[in-house]
């Protein structure tokens, strides 16, 4: 048996590894950029954007979850391109996300106070709407920006960012009932495009929760662009 002093040595190394990776989620903008790159593959500078950071700052903290391994990144020319290392990373993200929903009285405060009551938007389980989906019974629309769409959507979801949906709208069929998603339970996306639908006199629920969950649970994921609805 090791001498007890090498034992306490260990552990102390051991969880200082395990550390690393704390450290590297104890940031609000890397939570964000993990999220983000749940949606799909980035470069730096469409990152930053996004997050509204400085691109020398976004490039700081994707050098922290790079070095903690949490993302990985490839270089494409002159920019470099970053993805989850895992999808086990966002499962990561997610439990945390979980934790302080059930842990912090504040995460609902501050939920509220950004996204309102969301009571009149009808929320959808993913089993509901699979089982629709089967039925031919919904249209399911992707609010998300067209470049998250191509990285990976459900099976026959339309691509209609949100920015573009007034300008489509009169071209989605009346007769259909809607359901909108977008990037998670706490992107307004999906939101907002269901009461642009309701203004115009669609039917329109929303997901429950994003693409991110959806592919998490192992459901059937689609890529590339999106086709036009017919009328």
Not at 95 to 124: N, T
Not at 195 to 209: F, M, P, Q, Y
């Amino acid at each position: 048996m090791k001498p007890q002093t090498d034992r306490i040595a260990f552990k102390g190394v051991l969880y200082g590894q395990f550390a690393r990776i704390g450290k590297a989620l104890a940031s609000p903008h890397r939570l964000e950029l993990l999220e983000l790159l749940a949606q799909g593959e980035r470069t730096v500078e469409a990152l930053a954007t996004e997050a509204s950071l400085p691109v020398a700052n976004a490039s700081s903290h994707l050098q922290v979850l790079k070095d903690a391994g949490l993302i990985e990144g490839r270089k494409n020319g002159l920019y470099v391109h970053y993805r989850l290392a895992e999808p086990a990373v966002f499962d990561l993200c997610r439990a945390l996300r979980g934790i302080a929903e059930r842990r912090l009285a504040d995460v609902e405060r501050v939920v509220r106070s950004y996204v309102g009551d969301r009571s009149g938007l009808e929320p959808v389980g993913v089993n509901e709407l699979l089982s629709r989906l089967r039925s031919g019974q919904v249209v399911v629309i992707d609010a998300r920006p067209a470049l998250e769409y191509a990285a990976g959507h459900i099976p026959g979801a339309l691509s209609i960012p949100v920015s573009e949906l007034k300008r489509r709208v009169k071209r989605l069929p009346k007769r259909k009932e809607f359901v909108a998603y977008c990037r998670g339970p706490y992107c307004v996306f999906a939101d907002q495009a269901i009461e642009v639908l309701k203004s115009h006199g669609r039917r329109a629920r929303r997901l429950t929760e994003g693409f991110p969950e959806w592919r998490a649970a192992g459901l059937p994921v689609e890529t590339g662009a999106s086709q036009e609805p017919r009328p």
